[in-house]
């Protein structure tokens, strides 16, 4: 899964741990999320999704198979 949370949190300015905070999680979670090695939740999926005003399907993408 393909994600645009580190683009999400620049446009907004903010860090890892401000989103982190937001959000109820750690700022691990987030760098977890943002580098591909945790696939959130539904629920943290949505959380994120509405901290940035955006659709789930904006921030999370499939990534295409052969």
Do not use: W
């Amino acid at each position: 899964m393909k994600n645009r949370l580190k683009v999400e949190r620049a446009e907004h300015n903010l860090s890892q741990a401000d989103l982190a905070d937001r959000i109820s999680v750690s700022r691990q979670t987030i760098n977890s999320i943002e580098t591909g090695r945790y696939v959130p939740s539904t629920i943290l999926a949505l959380k994120l999704a509405q901290v940035f005003g955006k659709a789930v399907e904006h921030i999370f993408t499939l990534e295409e198979t052969d």
